[in-house]
């Protein structure tokens, strides 16, 4: 089946996954944290759903995306979800389910390269806006 054709959340159930292994991986390998709760306090900063809201805005106006990525991205965002985290807006919750769709969606379309891409800048961003956060 097309990505374009499945529905949204069941990408953004996917990418969720995908980006968690991607996540695990960096800790585990390119970070050596070895050690589960430092994992665990570590992962927190790139699976939080205000991280991955952030991200995007930064991404969109960055230009960061191709057009097809902003319109996955908004087709994941702008989906019904009957499910909110009470930790969560719901304007961010849906911002996040826009970024774990468009991974969902390049993972179905074999494009891992751009997922690392994605997963490079987005590791950056990250650590920068983590800095940001604590400031405040």
């Known amino acids: 089946m ?23 991986e960096y800790l585990l390998i390119e970070k050596g944290i070895m050690k589960p709760d430092w994992l665990q306090k570590e992962s927190k900063l790139f699976v939080s759903a205000k991280a991955q809201a952030a991200f995007m805005q930064k ?11 902003i319109r996955i991205y908004k087709r994941g965002r702008n989906a ?8 969560t ?7 996040s389910t826009g970024f774990e769709a468009l991974i969902g969606h390049l993972y179905l ?10 997963f490079e800048m987005f590791k950056q961003f990250v650590y920068e806006y983590e800095k940001k956060s604590r400031q405040i």
């Open 109 to 118: 379309e074999k494009k891992q390269e751009r997922i690392k891409e994605i």
């Open 80 to 87: 019904k979800s009957r499910h909110v985290p009470k930790n």
């Open 2 to 24: 097309k990505p374009e054709l499945m529905n949204v959340l069941a990408l953004a159930y996917l990418g969720d996954s995908v980006f968690e292994v991607y996540v695990r």
């Open 59 to 69: 991404a969109i106006e960055n230009q960061w995306l191709n057009e097809e990525e």
């Open 89 to 95: 807006s719901v304007l961010v919750y849906n911002q």
